[in-house]
C-alpha cells in the first residue's frame, strides 16, 4: 500500500481542526449523464444494495442504469433550482451558518467544510484538501440524524478508505447518529408549529422517513426504531393524540419488502377514513432534496389529492435555519470540547512534542545504523540517543 503525504511537507506547520459535514450526494446535472454516473457511484456500494456482487452487478449495468437515469433525471429537473441541486447548497448554507454560529461563540479555529458521499465534492478530496493543510484534528458529522449501515455506516466506509492510506492519521470524531441529542426533537417540534402558524394546522401530521429493507432491521440496523422514536417525541411535543399523527417509509424500490407502512399508500389510505388535510415532514433529511421537493411535496401531494385528500401541505426540512445552525454548532462543540482549539492555547505550543520546529529543519537529515548522528533530531524528527 502506498501511503500518501508531501514532498514539501514542513514540520511545524500550522495544525487545522475541521468539521466535515457530509450528506448523501446529488449528481452535477439534471441530466440523464449525470444521473447516470451519479447513480452508478451509488448502487454500487455493497452498504446500500446488500445483493451478491456479480449478479448485483448484472442487474445495475444491464437494468437499473439503462432505465432509472432517464426518469431520475425529469425528477431532477423539477426541483433543480439556479443555484444547482437542493441537496448540495442547503448543505452549503448549512455549513455556513454553523461556521457563523461557532465564530459567534468565540470559536473561530474550527473549520467547517461540506463533503457528499456519493458525487461532488467527493469526501475523498475534501479529506485530501485538508490533509495538505495539516490536518490535526477532525469530526466527521453525517447529516443523518438517525443511524443506518445504508447511510452513516457508508459514510465511515468511505472515511475510512481514505484515512487508511495517510501516513499522519489525524485525531478523529465519529457522530453516529443525534436524533436522541437534547434538543433535536424539539427543533422539528418547533418547525412543525411555526408552519402550523404560518399556513394552518391540517387534521393529520404524517413522519415520512426514507425507508430501507425489512431485512436490514432484521439483521440488526437501529434505523427504524430510531425513526419511530424520533416521530413519538416529537409528537409528545407536539402534544397530538394518537389519531392526529402517524409515520411511513418513502423512496422503496425493487421487488422485496421495504419497511412498511409505505408512504405512497398511507396518502392514499389517509384520505378514505376521512383525513382531508394533512402535513407531511420527513426528519430523516436535514436539508430538503429530490426524495422531499419532488417524492413528496409533489408527487405525493398528487396522490392525495387523487385519492381524496383536499390539501397536503409539506412542511420544510430544518435546512439552514439559525436554529438548526446553532444546535449543530452546540452538537459541534460538545464533540470536540477536549481539542486545544477550545482552551485558548497556542496551538503551536500544544503540537510542540510531535512536530519539530521549522529552525529544526535544516538540521534534518539521514543517520545510519553505526554512524554518529549529527543532530539530535533525525529527518523523520525523532530524537535519537548519542
Request: charged share 20%; aromatic share 10%; glycine share 6%.
Amino acid at each position: 500500500m502506498k501511503y500518501q503525504g508531501r514532498a514539501d511537507f514542513a514540520h511545524g506547520a500550522p495544525p487545522l481542526a475541521a468539521v466535515v459535514l457530509v450528506n448523501l450526494g446529488t449528481p452535477d446535472q439534471p441530466d440523464a449523464g449525470a444521473v447516470r454516473r451519479y447513480l452508478a457511484e451509488f448502487l454500487a456500494d455493497p452498504r446500500v444494495i446488500e445483493i451478491p456482487r456479480l449478479l448485483w452487478w448484472l442487474i445495475l449495468h444491464g437494468i437499473v442504469l439503462r432505465l432509472r437515469p432517464r426518469r431520475s433525471a425529469q425528477a431532477y429537473r423539477q426541483v433543480w433550482q439556479e443555484r444547482g441541486s437542493p441537496l448540495l447548497f442547503h448543505t452549503q448554507d448549512l455549513a455556513k451558518a454553523t461556521q457563523s454560529q461557532l465564530q459567534q461563540s468565540g470559536q473561530s479555529r474550527i473549520e467547517v467544510h461540506v463533503a457528499m458521499r456519493y458525487g461532488n465534492p467527493g469526501m475523498r478530496d475534501v479529506l485530501e484538501q485538508l490533509m495538505r493543510r495539516n490536518l490535526r484534528r477532525l469530526l466527521v458529522l453525517p447529516l443523518y440524524p438517525q443511524y443506518s449501515g445504508t447511510t452513516t455506516g457508508a459514510v465511515f466506509d468511505a472515511l475510512a478508505n481514505s484515512l487508511k492510506t495517510w501516513r499522519w492519521v489525524p485525531e478523529l470524531g465519529f457522530i453516529s447518529d443525534y436524533f436522541a441529542r437534547p434538543g433535536y426533537t424539539e427543533l422539528l417540534a418547533q418547525r412543525v408549529r411555526q408552519h402550523r402558524l404560518d399556513h394552518g394546522t391540517a387534521a393529520h401530521l404524517l413522519f415520512s422517513f426514507h425507508g430501507i429493507p425489512e431485512r436490514y432491521l432484521l439483521a440488526g440496523d437501529p434505523y427504524h426504531c430510531q425513526c419511530l422514536a424520533t416521530a413519538r417525541r416529537t409528537a409528545e411535543h407536539l402534544q397530538l393524540k394518537a389519531d392526529q399523527w402517524s409515520v411511513s417509509f418513502q423512496s422503496r424500490v425493487g421487488r422485496e419488502r421495504w419497511l412498511t407502512p409505505y408512504t405512497d399508500q398511507e396518502l392514499k389510505r389517509l384520505p378514505a377514513i376521512g383525513v382531508k388535510s394533512l402535513d407531511v415532514i420527513c426528519p430523516a433529511f436535514a436539508v430538503d432534496c429530490l426524495e422531499t421537493l419532488e417524492e413528496i411535496a409533489i408527487t405525493g401531494r398528487e396522490t392525495f389529492l387523487a385519492a381524496g385528500g383536499e390539501q397536503l401541505r409539506y412542511i420544510p426540512a430544518l435546512n439552514a435555519g439559525d436554529d438548526h445552525a446553532q444546535w449543530l454548532a452546540q452538537l459541534i462543540a460538545e464533540a470536540s470540547a477536549h481539542w486545544p482549539e477550545w482552551s485558548g492555547a497556542r496551538l503551536d505550543e500544544v503540537d510542540a512534542d510531535i512536530a519539530a520546529s521549522k529552525d529544526r529543519q535544516r538540521l534534518a537529515q539521514v543517520n545510519f545504523p553505526g554512524s554518529k548522528p549529527k543532530d539530535p533530531l533525525n529527518k523523520f524528527g525523532a530524537v535519537i540517543a548519542p
